[in-house]
Each structure stands twice: as structure tokens, then as C-alpha cells.
């Protein structure tokens, strides 16, 4: 088990150093703390959920980078606002302040996650990926959904992150709403995409 242990951690660090070559952080040894990054997954600090970065959006964060790990074509098709575009071949020739809050994301958010290993390993202190990616952002921002017979409490939660969808132009609604379903509906471009996401998960 501990030589096991031991070629993987040694996998997963080669794999981290190799995107840093050629870039602003390859005076920095690239180390990782496999133990410190497991701890932080466990904890769910490596991600934020798609209300939260909306909320961040919103209210203007100071700091707040959110980064589109995708390729320029697929970006165009589609971005959160506010979004750069640092599709993740190029990630690591980028610049980070010590004080920027980094959102990564992608389609399905597993290359977000890798992203977000490379930037952890170069020292970036406050990176997060977009939990479950677009997939995610097109279900609780843009079409949330409300059970018809929701809860008072359930009622007035939902209040809040209606005024949220609504803000970046999303259509709350009362009943069972999906990606699949809009796209069934209307052909939807960016519906298509993004379950053409959660089928490829990356």
C-alpha cells in the first residue's frame, strides 16, 4: 500500500511540474503537499458552488478572477460573465496576485480541478473550481427550479436565489426543469452544450 501510496504521489507531481515549465512560477519548485491538498478536498475548500460565485460576481468581490479553462471556440459559444478566457494548456504562463480570488471552471469542472492542482502546487493561495461547471451554473443560476409543493422555508430560500437567477438573466421556475429538457424543448445551443458536458464530464 505504501509503495502504492508513493508512485502516485510521484505521478501526481510530475504531472503538476509539467505544466509549469515556461512559466512565471518555474523559479518555484513545484512541490505538493498530497496530504494538505486531500485535506483541503475533504474539507470542500477546493471548490465553491455556482450561487456562490454568482453572489461573488454580483457583489463585485474584490480580487475575484474568474478563469474559463476551455478552448477559445467553446468559450465563445458560451462564458460566465465576467469570465477570462485561460484555456488550461496556457494555465500556468499566467499571472496571479496574492491577493486575487481564482475561480476556475469548465464544462463538466474536472478540468477545472486539475487546473486548480497546478495552481495550488505553484502557490496560488485562494483558487477554487466551479463545483459541478456549467452543468452546474445553467441549473442553480440560470434555471433554477422550485418544487410546486415546496416548504415555506424551502419558498423563501428560493426567493433569494431566484432575485440571483435573475440578475444574470435566468428564468426561475416552479416544477422540474432540466439542461435536457431545455434542450428538448428549443434546441438550445448552449443547453446542448452543457449535456454534451455532464455526458463527457470534463
Known amino acids: 500500500m505504501n509503495v502504492v501510496r508513493t508512485l502516485g ?3 501526481l507531481a510530475l504531472g503538476v511540474a509539467a505544466p509549469l515549465a515556461g512559466s512565471p512560477y518555474r523559479s518555484v519548485r513545484a512541490q505538493i503537499d498530497i496530504a494538505e491538498l486531500a485535506g483541503a478536498v475533504t474539507r470542500g475548500e ?3 458552488p455556482a450561487l456562490q460565485l454568482a453572489a461573488w460576481i454580483r457583489d463585485r468581490r474584490p480580487g475575484l478572477r474568474v478563469v474559463d479553462v476551455r478552448t477559445p471556440r467553446e468559450f465563445r459559444t458560451f462564458a460566465i460573465p465576467t469570465a477570462e478566457n485561460l484555456p488550461i494548456a496556457d494555465i500556468a504562463k499566467a499571472r496571479f496576485g496574492k491577493d486575487d480570488t481564482v475561480v476556475l471552471y469548465s ?3 474536472a478540468h477545472a480541478g ?3 492542482v497546478f495552481l495550488k502546487a505553484a502557490g496560488v ?3 477554487y473550481f466551479l ?5 452546474d451554473w445553467m441549473d442553480e443560476v440560470i434555471n433554477p427550479v422550485i418544487a ?3 416548504s415555506p422555508a424551502e419558498t423563501q430560500a428560493f426567493e433569494a436565489t431566484a432575485e440571483l437567477s435573475r440578475y444574470f438573466g435566468g428564468q426561475p421556475q416552479v416544477g422540474e426543469r432540466s439542461a435536457r429538457a431545455a434542450e428538448a424543448e428549443g434546441g438550445d445551443e448552449v443547453a446542448a452544450m452543457v ?3 455532464r455526458r463527457r464530464g470534463c
Do not use: I, N, T, Y
Not at 131 to 135: A, F, I, K, V, Y
Open 9 to 11: 504521489g510521484a505521478a
Open 46 to 48: 477546493d471548490h465553491v
Open 107 to 109: 464544462e463538466g469542472g
Open 114 to 116: 486539475q487546473a486548480w
Open 125 to 127: 493561495r485562494q483558487v
Open 131 to 135: 463545483r459541478g461547471g456549467l452543468g
Open 148 to 150: 410546486p409543493d415546496a
Open 195 to 197: 449535456e454534451r458536458a
